[in-house]
């Protein structure tokens, strides 16, 4: 899962974005509104944590203009103290929940947590390729009608691959979606993933469907 946190405070945008790594969500951070933005809109993000006050656009025309935009991604505000009445305007404006500062990091996390459970429940969420299906609001995974049982890695990984069916996915886009950690150390633990993932998803069946794009990563498709 792929969260994009538009924080202005250093502090504050660091320490959410350690906090929801070590829950192994991959996180982006930006300081700024526009540039907030601009990486909201291009990127199909699953969650958006937003602070209402920002340089150069505020968090609520971020929400207005993505919601305007029919982008239905779940937004957490972050409201400060003062600005208590504004978490009405957000609710108003289309945010799914609001948290004022300063927060336990356990609320936010909890509160992370169930946005991102009935954002895969409202829209029904199942991800499928050929007779692969995978279900991000219970984490189960099939193959036929299969079970398949995957670490947290492997299933992190696996749910990329099905978010971007079709696209070849380099090691580093991998990297960054996936692992949190520096990608040069981790180059070689990617292509282990996937072998793992290969030995659990296509050993023994006719139809392969993870395949190897020679000199640049990795794609998932059926044919
Ligand atoms: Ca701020």
């Keep these: 899962m792929r969260v994009l946190v538009i924080e202005d405070e ?3 945008g660091c320490f959410i974005k350690r906090a929801l790594e070590e829950e192994s969500y991959a996180v982006d951070l930006c300081e700024d509104g526009v540039k907030g933005l601009e990486m909201a809109l291009a990127t199909n993000y699953d969650l958006l944590v937003v602070d209402l006050m920002l340089p150069s656009m505020s968090g609520m025309d971020i929400l207005r203009t993505i919601r305007r935009e029919r982008i239905q991604t779940p937004v957490l505000i972050l409201t400060a103290q003062s600005q208590i009445d504004q978490r009405v ?23 992370v947590r169930a946005l991102l459970r009935r954002g895969a429940t409202e829209s029904s969420g199942m991800l499928q390729v050929d007779d692969l299906v995978l279900n991000p609001a219970t984490r189960e995974v099939t193959r036929g009608g299969q079970r398949v049982d995957l670490t947290l890695k492997e299933y992190a990984l696996l ?30 633990v990617i292509d282990v993933y996937v072998n793992y993932l290969r030995n659990k998803i296509d050993r023994g069946r006719t139809k392969k469907l993870i395949h190897t794009i020679r000199g640049s990563g990795y794609m998932l498709k059926a044919d």
Excluded at 89 to 111: C, S, V
Excluded at 169 to 174: G, N
């Design 10 to 12: 250093t502090k504050v």
């Design 89 to 111: 305007k957000g609710l108003d404006a289309g945010a799914d929940d609001y948290l004022t500062k300063p927060f336990a990091i356990d609320e936010l996390l909890a509160r």
């Design 159 to 188: 749910e990329y691959l099905m978010r971007h069916t079709g696209r070849v996915l380099t090691r580093p886009m991998i990297s960054e979606h996936v692992w949190n950690q520096d990608f040069d150390t981790f180059t070689n």
